[in-house]
């Protein structure tokens, strides 16, 4: 299995701009995480959703913010528009349930200007 | 609402060395703890996985423990090396299904 896989790796993008965060879990994982790290607040939770349904998204910084998973092997983080303070690297994970762990992809390190 | 907690935030230790990550967290009630290691600039690797009724896990060199009832867990790296310098993160997962990260120890192995 490649594991959860993201993209884009890096994203540079001017502030205002639309940003799109594409992620693929690994097959068979019914459940989906996506976060932000930065350096200050350490990782934090913006949604997960189970069997493509958003489950919680009370980390979701606010409405610029939004998330989706039309099937089972595709999700993506919107951010419209973005600003510099979402400059940030953000991970998905995976799992297929909550007592086996989580699989993380490389993570994507946006950049607004 | 769950909180983990790490301590220390940073470590140095000579090569060789045994050491120990303390991990703690507020509500007992969970599922299972898992520590990742995270490279700079990399993603997260996992490295141990305790589920709530188990005591402990082991991985080569390292051992992890969970005291769920005191909300406590420790990373054990036996005769450390140069190679282990990373950050180790503590997350734990409870009924709702969310994993909530402390904010990691970054360590550095002395050579």
């Known amino acids: 299995d490649a594991g959860v896989i993201q993209s884009p790796r890096h994203e540079v993008t001017e502030m205002g701009q639309e940003v799109t965060l594409r992620c693929k879990p690994i097959s068979g994982h019914n459940s989906l995480f996506w976060y932000r790290q930065t350096m200050m607040r350490g990782l934090e939770l913006l949604i997960y959703?189970?069997?493509?349904?958003?489950?919680?998204d009370s980390g979701m910084p606010e409405d610029r913010f939004s998330a989706k998973m039309p099937n089972a092997s595709f999700s993506t983080l919107k951010i419209q528009p973005s600003e510099p303070r979402d400059s940030a690297v953000y991970f998905c994970?995976?799992?297929?349930?909550?007592?086996?762990?989580?699989?993380f992809g490389s993570g994507t390190r946006l950049t607004v200007v | 609402k769950q909180e983990v907690t790490q301590i220390p935030a940073a470590l140095s230790v000579p090569e060789g060395e045994n050491l120990v990550l303390n991990c703690s967290f507020t509500?007992?009630?969970?599922?299972?703890l898992q520590w990742f290691r995270q490279d700079p600039g990399k993603g997260l690797t996992s490295l141990l996985l305790?589920?709530?009724?188990?005591r402990e896990q082991t991985s080569g060199r390292l051992n992890a423990s969970l005291d769920k009832s005191s909300g406590r867990s420790t990373l054990y790296i036996a005769a450390s090396q140069p190679g282990d310098s990373a950050t180790y993160l503590c997350a734990v997962s409870g009924r709702d299904d969310k994993i909530i990260f402390g904010k990691g120890t970054r360590l550095h192995i002395l050579p």
């Open positions: 305790i589920q709530s009724s188990q």
């Open positions: 994970a995976s799992s297929t349930r909550t007592a086996y762990g989580y699989t």
């Open positions: 959703f189970n069997n493509n349904v958003p489950i919680d």
């Open positions: 509500d007992s009630a969970i599922y299972n």
